[in-house]
């Protein structure tokens, strides 16, 4: 799992053997730097972690909240097969822990979007959530786009094949992307290649393909998924590069199988799937600027649309209660996704952080005020579910805002998520229908 741990929990960065400075690539403040630091206990150190972040605890407070989906962070390396040891360095063993907790959240009917949230070779600079905190990005090369295709292939089929994936609906390509178009060549190709790749893998488990066909049945070939993996990547409907990620995954598979006790599902039980098609879901076209490639054309079957919006980093409002709600309360970011074929669109990320000293009497407002705006479309995921609370945090401070289940026991966040405090929040704000409006 990808999280900036340095500033969402800060003495247990800290505590782990971490470091906390201005700039997060001149010390220890991501998994790349702390796997390179302690590359004898790396592994072990993240487990305690990880075994205590995400718990059954957390999964029951959802359920008993009426939160329906979450969506899990994930950095490239927990599929360890891709990682290019030893010029890279990231902990092993995430894989069982995301296991677990999709078993929990699967028990709890609580569906999940993976987001592949740190990409080979970086996607975006100087940046925690990448993992690796550097101005060299190398994620838009032919090499790190194939890692990332291999990574897609796996995790589809692992969420069609492993039932502890059973509430897994949706897989993100790549979390925040450039905003600059002109710096991300090759990701249009990327788009129509990453949804190819996880209808490939669909096809060959017999799920229904729009406009697609392998030209013979997989499964009447051999009861093998992964021989029947190695069949489809020769199978003319699917692109050079398509072909390559299927053949690549194959052994990958073989490994994970072995791991996590999967062989049966993965080389010996029939295959033919009676799961659904995964929902494949990009950041929105408006996400980037400069003529960028819309996701939208490279929709085969189910797919959806994340935008991420936070009003703390600028460049959004000005400064102040009114400008904030007005913006937030005339957002037009649905209607214009829609108008270019980006739809559904979902908010994944949001939060309650400002750039000004809030009030509790505003940030009641303000959670209201987002919920209202970001429900016109197809609803909204809030970061994060958790942030430490401790004296590097100011007690609360951090959590106040940044924290879901620390905003919902302040009550800015309703304990029925679908509720607000004041349904007419927005009242006030919104243009009357002979007033110009700007959008956000």
Same mark, same amino acid.
């Given at each position: 799992m990808a999280l900036a741990l340095a500033w969402m929990l800060p003495q247990e960065w800290l505590d782990m053997g971490g470091e906390i400075c201005g700039d997060c690539s001149a010390c220890i403040m991501t998994e790349y730097l702390f796997a390179k630091a302690y590359p004898n206990t790396v592994d072990t150190t993240f487990a305690k972690h990880w075994e205590t972040w995400f718990t059954q605890d957390d999964v029951q407070q959802f359920k008993?909240? #009426?939160i329906n989906t979450v969506r899990i962070p994930l950095g490239y390396w927990i599929v360890e097969?891709?990682?290019d040891r030893p010029a890279e360095a990231y902990p092993r063993g995430g894989l069982a822990y995301l296991r677990q907790g999709l078993g929990w959240l699967q028990d709890a009917g609580i569906q999940v979007i993976l987001d592949h949230h740190a990409l080979p070779g970086v996607q975006s600079a100087g940046q925690e959530f990448t993992g690796n905190c550097t101005n060299d990005v190398q994620f838009y090369t032919p090499y790190n786009y194939h890692r990332a295709l291999v990574w897609t292939a796996v995790m589809t089929a692992l969420t069609h094949?492993?039932?502890?994936? #059973?509430?897994?609906?949706?897989i993100e390509a790549v979390n925040e992307p450039i905003m600059d178009a002109s710096q991300t060549p090759g990701y249009g190709d990327f788009q129509q290649n990453f949804v190819q790749t996880v209808r490939a893998v669909e096809l060959v488990l017999g799920v229904s393909v729009p406009d697609m066909s392998l030209g013979f049945s997989a499964s009447a070939s051999t009861s093998n998924f992964t021989a029947a993996l190695g069949t489809a990547s020769t199978a003319s409907v699917f692109n050079s590069e398509v072909q390559s990620v299927l053949k690549d995954a194959i052994p990958i598979l073989l490994e994970i199988g072995n791991q996590c006790g999967l062989e049966v599902a993965l080389t010996f039980a029939p295959f033919k799937t009676s799961r659904p098609p995964i929902t494949t879901n990009f950041m929105d076209v408006n996400w980037q600027y400069n003529n960028p490639p819309n996701p939208a054309d490279a929709a085969i079957g189910p797919q959806g649309y994340d935008n991420h919006l936070y009003y703390s980093f600028g460049g959004v409002a000005d400064a102040n209660p009114t400008a904030y709600l007005t913006s937030v309360c005339n957002l037009q970011r649905i209607q214009n996704d829609a108008a270019v074929g980006d739809s559904?669109?979902?908010?994944g990320?949001?939060?309650?952080p400002t750039q000004f000293n809030a009030t509790d009497e505003f940030l009641y407002q303000w959670a209201d005020a987002q919920k209202w705006a970001y429900s016109q479309g197809a609803g909204w995921i809030f970061w994060n579910f958790k942030t430490e609370i401790s004296n590097l945090t100011g007690g609360n401070a951090l959590a106040r805002q940044w924290s879901y289940l620390e905003g919902r026991n302040l009550g800015f966040l309703t304990k029925d998520p679908a509720e607000l405090n004041d349904p007419n929040v927005c009242a006030p704000y919104i243009y009357n229908s002979t007033a110009n409006s700007t959008s956000a």
């Open positions: 008993e909240d #009426g097969a891709l990682v094949l492993d039932p502890t994936f #059973g509430s897994v609906f949706a559904p669109l979902w908010f990320e949001w939060g309650l």
